[in-house]
């Protein structure tokens, strides 16, 4: 398909698959706990609803910043698909998580300002990984384009068997996972429940809300990337994966900080830094 036609179909699908993601997360969680659970389309229902509130009285400057949030978590999904360089896309993609950042850290409250720092480690602990895994599924493939990694005869995974690991990981933060669920926690045992957006109402959530449907199938598009010979098989992979995560979210206590930090650093220096290394070598 022409590139400039799946960049606005990524823009109108992804939110309804980062949506209906949510949805059946909600109940297979509630499944492991022993609940009923919502509807699988309840999370369209509170996302209507949120949009619909008024905004409670904060800094004003937070919902210019949360809208940009959004944008550029979308617009990184139609950069790559419309056949932008990966490696520019990543850098927007950290733009949108630092767009979150500056939102939550522009409130006048210790809960938010805390939220904002727990969430500019979970950016520096996961963006180096992102940079370096499109670094290397393009030198791999040889191709800088999400077009040309899937139409490329080298098989990535296989190749980068650091890299698939390490995304593993790294998937468990950006989906905001437990034992990394730092900033936005919602579990009422927690110290602090949902930081990041404590003072946030109304609406302002309901963006924080779209930007992470949009962010969830972003990373169903990496794994696209890592599993470039089989579209079917990379969606089957994502679903595990994500499987996986419920699992583990829902069988774990949240982590330290300097636990996230320093687990993220090193999982991505050795198993992603040591696996391009190796790749390096044996192509040279």
Known sequence: MNPILLAPLFLLVAPLFGGLLTGVDRVISARMQGRVGPPVLQPFYDLGKLLQKDVRP????????????????????????????????????????????????????????????????????????????????????????????????????????????????????????????????????????????????????????????????LLALFVLLLVNWSPPLALGAFLVVYFLEILVDNSTSRAKWQLVLQSTWAVTLVLAGGNVLALFLLRS
């Open 58 to 217: 904060v800094n004003p400057i937070v919902e210019p910043l949360l809208l940009g949030h959004v944008v550029f978590m979308a617009l990184s999904g139609a950069m790559i698909v419309g056949g932008v360089d990966l490696l520019f896309t990543a850098f927007v993609f950290a733009l949108a998580a630092l767009l979150l950042v500056l939102a939550a850290g522009s409130v006048n409250s210790p809960y938010s300002f805390t939220g904002a720092e727990r969430e500019l480690i979970v950016l520096l602990a996961s963006e180096p990984f992102f940079i370096l895994m499109l670094a290397a599924v393009s030198k791999v493939t040889g191709e800088s384009t999400f077009a040309g990694v899937l139409a490329s005869p080298e098989r990535v995974a296989p190749i980068l068997p650091g890299i698939v690991l390490a995304f593993l990981l790294v998937a468990t933060i950006k989906l905001r996972k437990s034992p990394f669920d730092i900033s936005t926690s919602h579990h009422p045992h927690q110290e602090l429940v949902r930081g990041l957006t404590s003072d946030m109402s109304g609406r302002l959530i309901g963006w924080v809300e779209l930007a992470h449907w949009y962010e969830s199938a």
